[in-house]
């Protein structure tokens, strides 16, 4: 069946540092990638999508690049700002399976 | 803000309780789920509707009792629930089931409490 990686949390950066947290999937064909952020006592927010091979997605200064050839979704974010502490879910659908797939989250912390 | 509602933000009740959560959505979105999720772990899918008809039912035990009365209202009835059950609550909508390219939207979750 699909599954999703993500890099172990929690992650703790310093304001301004480059962020990048891993996300690799396993699933037949070609499945639509997402990544949702889940800010404190809030819900999950879409913070960018790709649905095919090459597609970057891009919101907030985050980005994401599905790469078919490693099956990846790394998000990434040149300068982290303390707004930007959330916990952040990669996620996929795939073609004939209706359920979104998520990873198991990773727990980014900024400071100021 | 977001476009999927939910009513309560917050709820407590007794296992003898009956109480129901409400989702709504006014973007025609034809689809329509429930997730269950824990603390410091991703949500889990409960019930998928499609054309106000339930499509998937995880095997969630019959105190949770799901009902789309309309294509823009879930409802989650909840009966003698046991505090394991306690958990933030996610209603989430996409246009079609099928339209794989689409993201679910998510609403900000009830956050219930069983004591």
């Known amino acids: 069946g699909d599954s999703v990686t993500q890099m172990e949390g929690p992650v703790t950066l310093s304001e301004e540092a480059f962020l990048t947290i891993n996300c690799t999937y396993t699933?037949?064909?070609?499945?639509?990638l997402f990544w949702y952020v889940q800010y404190p006592g809030e819900g999950l927010q879409l913070l960018l999508k790709?649905?095919?091979?090459?597609d970057k997605g891009s919101n907030k200064g985050f980005e994401a690049t599905y790469r078919k050839e490693t099956t990846s979704f790394h998000l990434e974010k040149g300068s982290v700002q303390v707004s930007d502490s959330a916990v952040y879910f990669c996620?996929?659908?795939?073609?004939?399976?209706?359920?979104?797939?998520f990873g198991t989250g990773t727990r980014l912390t900024i400071i100021p | 803000d977001t476009e999927v509602t939910q009513t309560p933000k917050h709820l407590v009740m007794g296992m003898t309780n009956k109480k129901s959560l409400k989702c709504e959505q006014h973007?025609?979105?034809?689809?329509m789920y429930w997730y269950k999720q824990k603390a410091k772990k991703p949500p889990e899918l409960m019930f998928v509707?499609?054309?106000?008809?339930?499509?998937i039912n995880e095997s969630v035990p019959s105190r949770f009792s799901p009902e789309c009365p309309n294509s823009s209202l879930l409802n989650l009835h909840l009966h003698a629930l046991q505090p394991e059950d306690s958990a933030l609550y996610l209603c989430?909508?996409?246009?079609?089931?099928?339209?794989?390219?689409?993201?679910?939207?998510f609403g900000n979750g009830t956050r219930l409490t069983v004591t």
């Open positions: 699933a037949t064909g070609y499945p639509s």
């Open positions: 989430a909508s996409r246009p079609l089931l099928r339209e794989y390219n689409s993201p679910l939207h």
């Open positions: 973007m025609g979105h034809r689809a």
């Open positions: 996620a996929l659908i795939n073609f004939g399976n209706e359920k979104l797939t």
């Open positions: 790709a649905t095919k091979a090459d």
């Open positions: 509707y499609s054309y106000e008809k339930l499509s």
